[in-house]
């Protein structure tokens, strides 16, 4: 029996937040496209996220939001999709939205909303879709990318990689990107986790036994640092400001927090002034949750009334709540990890296409790529503007 064969102009892999964007731009430019995805339904991440409520763009995208070996590749894909030309799309669907701290934009209702809209577009330009099928052979010769599914052979002079990373393994998340990437000369910058909680060893027991106390921080590490919540977890640090930091963060490094952002230079002395018979950790538990007010004083060691305690000891003290060290043993690894850092190489790809310098026909977009952004939206800022960059070029 003779293998049946199709033919489109473009096969997208991958029909989360980048593919649909680069099949809908590519499908309404009045080309034939087939999207091929291995889980049931189209975008299972944006269906999580957001607490369900998808955090689909943020208002302050700029290139110096998102990591790579080359801080440069973003900006022309950002510049020409920006925050604003999604939001136009969003507001055309009838989706209402707001923003919550941050520039976070997010829908008054469902994330169900963005993917509906996305294949309501997808739909407009004539895009099919193959869900539930695995690729099980792609090639490329003669000019032309194949992929078999099943017992059909789908033909094309343009391959998209939009499969994502390997975060969040239980919706569906593979590393198959790579293995597509390097079978056709495209270099990988070693993934990693990002946007992930980190661990803390057996030294740190105690901060790990405040599990469910939240604080505003400011975290560094490096010359980076991040004013946000944090998280005490029953394995280590989350929250906003643990997940950004995260990112930044390589293993064996220490972080620093300060507990107290808000604190002029010398409060613990003003303090002991104004109260020389208070104890440091009453003092503390003025502007911090009891349970860590109580693990600081203990960590500190400064027991008695601040009026015995000498300034030197009292600016040690506050140096250290301003620097608090901690040496994470690692992170909860890609089951916890919003996001992949690394990829794909942007060395291998044009910045204005996606397109891969080498292969012509060949684009990678998205999380695929090597380009990672900060927590609130940043990383569908990417999907879009690197999908819309690669339909606009099909």
Request: net charge neutral; proline share 5%.
């Amino acid at each position: 029996m003779a293998q049946q064969q199709q033919h489109w102009d473009a096969i997208i892999l991958g029909a989360g937040a980048a593919g649909l964007m680069a099949a809908l731009t590519a499908g309404q430019r009045g080309r034939r496209v087939l999207v091929v995805d291995h889980n049931d339904e189209p975008g299972r991440k944006i269906l999580i996220s957001g607490g369900g409520r998808c955090n689909f763009t943020n208002i302050h995208t700029a290139p110096d939001r998102f990591l790579s070996a080359n801080p440069h590749f973003a900006k022309s894909a950002l510049s020409r999709y920006t925050p604003q030309d999604f939001l136009q799309l969003v507001e055309a669907h009838g989706i209402a939205w707001h923003e919550k701290t941050l520039g976070q934009l997010f829908c008054d209702g469902s994330a169900k909303q963005i993917v509906a809209m996305l294949m309501d577009d997808c739909e407009r330009g004539g895009v099919q879709f193959a869900f539930g099928a695995a690729a099980a052979e792609v090639s490329h010769a003669d000019g032309q990318f194949v992929v078999r599914l099943g017992g059909v052979t789908h033909r094309a002079p343009s391959l998209v990689i939009a499969t994502g990373g390997p975060a969040i393994p239980k919706i569906g998340a593979t590393a198959f990107a790579y293995e597509l990437a390097r079978q056709f000369g495209l270099k990988v910058v070693q993934p990693r986790p990002a946007l992930v909680p980190f661990t803390l060893g057996e030294g740190e027991a105690l901060f790990r036994s405040l599990s469910g106390v939240a604080v505003p921080v400011v975290v560094r590490c490096g010359k980076t640092q991040f004013r946000e919540a944090a998280l005490f977890t029953h394995k280590g640090l989350s929250g906003p400001a643990m997940l950004q930091i995260s990112s930044y963060w390589t293993h064996g490094e220490a972080i620093h927090v300060d507990f107290l952002p808000d604190m002029d230079r010398g409060w613990l002395m003003d303090a002991k002034r104004a109260a020389p018979r208070a104890a440091l950790r009453s003092v503390l538990a003025r502007s911090l949750p009891e349970r860590l007010a109580d693990a600081l004083a203990e960590r500190l060691a400064l027991p008695g009334e601040l009026g015995a305690m000498s300034d030197a000891k009292l600016r040690a003290a506050e140096e250290r709540l301003a620097r608090w060290p901690f040496t994470p043993s690692g992170t909860e690894g890609f089951a916890k990890a919003e996001v992949t850092a690394g990829g794909i190489a942007t060395a291998g790809l044009s910045s204005q296409t996606m397109a891969a310098r080498h292969l012509p026909g060949l684009y990678a977009v998205g999380e695929a790529v090597d380009v990672t952004g900060w927590l609130g939206g940043y990383n569908f800022q990417w999907a879009w503007a690197s999908g819309h960059a690669a339909g606009t070029a099909i």
